[in-house]
């Protein structure tokens, strides 16, 4: 059963741009829909999620693996596999349909559920734990940072105060303290960018994704092609840098009439500017509203 959509699916199969003989790896699994998709065009897939239960519903397509794992790992999977050379590699940074609508997961300020938002339910830090745990301090500052929220300070101390009552449990509970304290004209925006930072705490996922493109980076065939998806300001601004890093490495002073470091290219930009979804797909999936997919290639 697919419960995800996946978001600029034709872009990506097409970016990717899929050799017969080659061998793809899909870091974020989640619903499955773009393992699905490039599996029928390529001679191997690997594909990769965290979460458990994203892999048991997964794909029995032959030329499919599918590994437990977090994508910042890649290195040491295919090494595992036996495997040196990939011709591509794909990753959709946005949380799936499946984790949003299961309100058990606590993802949802929308569903009650107890404030967990782990995508890999074996690790051992919760929402719980950053809410109830966290100083005044590093909560403003993942709310400021990972949130880019305009009230992360009165937020984090509404919670501080809230939780020397009695510990804040449950997403509708957070949900409240944060429209409590914030203006009504900003409604659920606030909302919103906590629940985003929160999450991005408990699953660590921005402090990975520069090394997890210069590592995939390392792992590519010449000719083989990165495409990553993110879904708000601070991925795709790490992406950009990375995919500019990797395309511009030479660190000699502006003056230099040369260059004498000897750091030489390791891809080349695809997308001069990021890919957008069209109205049309925003229209019938409006997750996929914020989207954004950038593209590069191995030299």
């Known amino acids: 059963m697919n ?3 996946s978001v600029l699916l034709d872009e990506c199969i097409k970016g990717l741009n899929i050799r017969q003989d080659g061998i793809y790896v899909d870091g974020t699994f989640g619903g499955g829909g773009h393992t699905t998709a490039i599996a029928p065009f390529a001679n191997r897939v690997i594909a990769i999620d965290k979460d458990v239960q994203a892999l048991e519903r997964g794909t029995t397509a ?8 977090d994508f910042c790992q890649i290195a040491d999977i295919l090494q595992d596999l036996e495997i040196v050379k990939i011709d591509g590699v794909l990753l959709d940074l946005g949380i799936s349909s499946h984790q949003i609508d299961t309100a058990a997961r606590g993802f ?4 009650q559920a107890k404030l967990d938002m782990r995508m890999d339910t074996s690790r051992e830090q919760t929402a719980y734990d950053v809410i109830n745990g966290y100083t005044l301090h590093e909560l403003t500052k993942i709310f400021k940072i990972y949130g880019e929220e305009p009230f992360a300070r009165p937020i984090a101390k ?15 509970q957070l949900a409240h303290i944060v429209t409590e304290i914030t203006p009504k004209k900003f409604g659920l925006v606030s909302v919103k960018r906590v629940f985003q930072a929160v999450r991005i705490e408990v699953n660590n996922e921005l402090n990975i994704l520069e090394t997890t493109v210069n590592t995939a980076t390392e792992h590519l065939n010449t000719g083989g092609r990165m495409c990553i998806i993110t879904f708000h300001s601070l991925e795709d601004r790490i992406i950009k840098h990375a995919y500019n890093r990797l395309q511009n490495p030479c660190t000699c002073p502006r003056d230099f009439p040369h260059c004498v470091c000897g750091k030489k290219p390791q891809i080349k930009i695809i997308t001069k500017r990021p890919i957008l979804p069209t109205a049309k797909e925003i229209e019938a999936n409006s997750r996929a509203k914020s989207a954004k997919l950038r593209i590069a290639e191995k030299i």
């Open 3 to 5: 419960f995800h959509t």
């Open 62 to 69: 032959p030329n499919v693996t599918l590994v437990h794992g």
């Open 158 to 172: 509404a919670i501080e105060k809230e939780r020397t009552k009695s510990p804040i449990e449950t997403t509708t």
């Open 108 to 111: 949802s300020y929308m569903k």
